[in-house]
């Protein structure tokens, strides 16, 4: 009886033991090998972002060994011919928030599976598949891939942990490049900013920034300077200046009206918004309008305007300083000197006088101070 009882008791324990190794997972903790990163650059209001996992050279040989070139069957999992996955352990993923144009391609906003084809004759392909969740690339499958790009590698110095890295970052675009060993293998991106930031602001309008004037203002001036579309730009701005119940006549809304005005060939239109909205303006509004018409080499408007904000803000800095500039911009060299002088005794600031004091040295040897 004991010896049924002892055999029974093992049988029980045997179960327990093999019950609780199923149930309870492995130590997922501890470190790796391949260490995980991520790395994340915004261009414009686009944030890609590469998740990956670091192998080290370890003084081994990399390409066309460790990673062999071409298409190859790794010998696990369900796809036959396989590409590298760009990295080590679970897929490497690349992630962005907006639609992105890759080697005159598209790659809409999304998350994707990041792999890569080496081979022999120094060229790549750089893969996005919709797989993103798998581990390595031992389940790839051709037909869940988004997009393909061929693109040339690069020779570069020892470089011992893989990196992903962003480089040539500019407002629209910048090249993702995989660094490891002696390798660089780059691609390049780009966005559509404008087209991105005005998908966004047309969304927004819809909900609580819609309430708001300066919201209105600040898409129909991102509109205007950023090659939108004037007419749309056009109906924001009237929506801040009127019609809404938060509508309100500023100078910054007239003021961008009437330079969409401008740039859509109005412009009789566009300089009678500016007399209805300079009373509207402060003295540096004013000041900076009369600056903006000496850019776009309308000197004798510009005199005008500082004429008008020297008269409405008698002796009030910068008034004069805008006179000289009106007169310089004319070529009024004597007319320049003397509102130099005053401007000199009332500026406000030790910074104001130096800038003036500069300029009045410049005056003196008959040069122009715009």
């Known amino acids: 009886m004991k ?14 033991f093999s019950v609780s190794t199923v149930s309870f997972a492995q130590l997922d903790f501890l470190p790796r090998g391949s260490q995980m990163a991520e790395v994340m650059q915004r261009i414009g209001n686009t944030d890609v972002t590469i998740v990956y996992s670091r192998p080290s050279v370890n003084g081994r040989e990399i390409w066309g060994s460790l990673v062999p070139f071409g298409m190859n069957n790794l010998g696990f999992g369900t796809a036959k011919e396989s590409p590298w996955r760009a990295g080590a352990n679970e897929n490497t993923i690349f992630k962005t928030t907006h639609d992105l144009t890759i080697g005159g391609k598209a790659l809409p906003a999304g998350k994707y599976g990041l792999h890569m084809v080496v081979n022999q ?22 037909e869940e891939d988004v997009l393909q790009v061929e693109v040339e590698t690069q020779e570069i110095p020892h470089v011992e942990q893989l990196t992903f890295g962003f480089e040539s970052v500019d407002a629209n675009s910048a090249v993702v490049s995989l660094n490891w060993e002696k390798k660089q293998i780059p691609f390049k991106i780009e966005t559509n900013v404008t087209n991105n930031v005005l998908t966004e602001v047309r969304k927004q309008l819809q909900g609580t920034p819609g309430f708001s004037r300066q919201s209105w203002e600040q898409a129909a001036n991102f509109a205007l300077n950023n090659d939108g579309d004037l007419d749309e730009a056009l ?29 859509q060939g109005k412009t009789d239109e566009a300089r009678a918004l500016m007399k209805e909205a300079m009373p509207l303006g402060t003295v540096f509004q004013v000041h900076g309008y009369g600056r903006q018409l000496i850019t776009q080499g309308k000197s004798d408007e510009a005199l005008e305007v500082f004429k008008w904000n020297a008269k409405t803000h008698k002796d009030t800095w910068p008034v004069h300083y805008g006179l000289a500039r009106g007169y310089s911009a004319l070529g009024d060299n004597k007319s320049t000197l003397k509102h130099l002088k005053i401007a000199l005794e009332n500026a406000p600031a030790q910074a104001n006088k130096d800038r003036v004091a500069a300029n009045i040295a410049k005056a003196e040897k008959g040069e122009g101070i715009n």
């Open 235 to 263: 109906v924001w701005a009237d929506a801040a200046i009127a019609g809404k119940f938060f509508s309100q006549k500023t100078f910054n809304n007239l003021s961008i009206k009437s330079q969409i005005l401008a740039k």
């Open 3 to 16: 010896k049924c009882y002892s055999a029974f008791s093992t049988l029980v324990f045997l179960a327990i």
């Open 121 to 142: 004759d120094n060229t790549a392909t750089i893969i996005f598949s919709k797989n993103y969740s798998a581990w390595g690339s031992y389940f790839y499958n051709p």
